[in-house]
């Protein structure tokens, strides 16, 4: 059995913020507001999990008016979505993911990024694809004031031993 789901998320860039993106530190000048490190794609990436299997969305698993979550590593909010009883028999087939962000270029961290979500889903590199692209200076996205991010994926039930 398999299931689909998709995911999407942008945040602001500031001034005084680190910029994280997929578990990542990307040197720039400017970083992501947000509750938590307002990882963006590691955000959308939850967001796929739990819409796969109709379980919410990440902002019900860990409320930005909850102090607990903030600040929050966003690594460790997929991994606690991942751990659950909820994900215990499904498998990830493939990830796919769309950076949009007019600046810094991503490229050179891309691999890198793939590297902590492979490990987080317990994947080769070779099921975790991340792309990224600009939003040829067009509206907010093309002034950089913010960064999104969307993700699609697919899970497949484990199959159970009798
Ligand atoms: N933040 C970004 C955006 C894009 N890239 C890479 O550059 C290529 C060209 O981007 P366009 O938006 O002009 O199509 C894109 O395919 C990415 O490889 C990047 O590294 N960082
Ligand atoms: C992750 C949470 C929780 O710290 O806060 P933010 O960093 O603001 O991110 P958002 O994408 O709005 O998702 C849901 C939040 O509840």
């Not at 969305?57 to 690594?75: L, M, R």
């Not at 606690?80 to 009883?85: C, I, Q, T």
Request: charged share 20%.
């Amino acid at each position: 059995m398999y299931r689909v789901g998709t995911g999407f998320d942008v945040h602001q860039l500031v001034s005084g913020r680190d910029l994280i993106i997929g578990g990542i530190k990307v040197p720039h000048s400017k970083g992501l507001l947000g509750h938590s490190d307002a990882d963006v794609l590691l955000h959308a990436i939850t967001d796929a999990v739990l819409g796969a299997l109709a379980l919410g969305d990440i902002g019900q698993w860990f409320p930005d008016t909850k102090q607990e979550f903030k600040g929050a590593n966003s690594v460790e909010l997929l991994r606690y979505v991942l751990e659950s009883k909820y994900l215990a028999p499904w498998s990830l087939v493939n990830l796919d993911c769309t950076i949009i962000a007019q600046e810094p270029k991503l490229a050179a961290y891309i691999p890198s990024m793939r590297q902590v979500v492979a490990k987080l889903f317990n994947v080769t590199i070779n099921d975790i694809s991340i792309k990224a692209t600009t939003f040829e200076k067009m509206g907010s996205l093309g002034r950089a004031e913010g960064i999104a991010a969307q993700a699609n994926l697919m899970l497949q039930k484990t199959p159970t031993e009798k």
